[in-house]
T-cell receptor, first 110, second 116 residues
């Protein structure tokens, strides 16, 4: 599976958009980008995934660049409850395995 | 989405003993997995729990240390055997239903294990 690179930590003001970047420059054509988050002392929570088109759901938006070498997870109106470690994972279609990197620790400040 | 529960939520054990962690899913899932999260670290896949057959272990994990059972499509257990303080971690199970392609994996809340 392709390797991902994320900033170690980010801060965001409550109510503002949180934009979390992820670099996956070696991604292959059959690999999806998944985002999970882990709030302290809880299991990881699925957020969103995409292949090449931008995706939006009730939690977030996923913007994937045209060359698919990077993506951005957008939380449109961050709240204090969005404080968590966010993991960007590249997953081969047909493979069930998730390989977690170190993720980005997002802190939402009041 | 699948709702996954784990028992116990936490435990404190003595070295040399074993602990069995249970994972229950509220609906049938095709795939179940066990992960370990050591203090301050990310998640590492231990094994894939296969229904009716032996689990598939990742490099660095062996059946004698982490025996896994999966008797049906909604339940699995992970045993941490002959524990040492280095086994102190959060153990998480996950499952995916196989109803969509690509599928989504959902996680349990984890079992926090402390070995003294």
């Amino acid at each position: 599976d392709a390797k991902t690179t994320q900033p170690t930590s980010m801060d965001c003001a409550e109510g503002r958009a949180a934009n979390l970047p992820c670099n996956h420059s070696t991604i292959s054509g059959n690999e999806y980008v998944y985002w999970y988050r882990q709030i302290h002392s809880q299991g990881p929570q699925y957020i969103i995934h995409g292949l090449k088109n931008n995706e939006t759901n009730e939690m977030a938006s996923l913007i994937i660049t045209e060359d698919r070498k990077s993506s951005t997870l957008i939380l449109p109106h961050a709240t204090l409850r969005d404080t968590a470690v966010y993991y960007c994972i590249v997953r081969v279609y047909g493979s069930e395995k998730l390989v977690f990197g170190k993720g980005t620790k997002l802190t939402v400040n009041p | 989405s699948a709702v996954i529960s784990q028992k116990p939520s936490r435990d404190i054990c003595q070295r040399g003993t074993s602990l069995t962690i249970q994972c229950q899913v509220d609906s049938q899932v095709t795939m179940m997995f066990w992960y370990r999260q050591q203090p301050g670290q990310s998640l590492t896949l231990i094994a894939t729990a296969n229904q009716g057959s032996e689990a598939t272990y990742e490099s660095g994990f062996v059946i004698d240390k982490f025996p896994i059972s999966r008797p049906n499509l909604t339940f699995s257990t992970l045993t941490v055997s002959n524990m040492s303080p280095e086994d102190s971690s959060i153990y998480l199970c996950s499952g995916s239903s196989g109803r969509s392609l690509p599928d989504t994996q959902y996680f349990g809340p984890g079992t926090r294990l402390t070995v003294l």
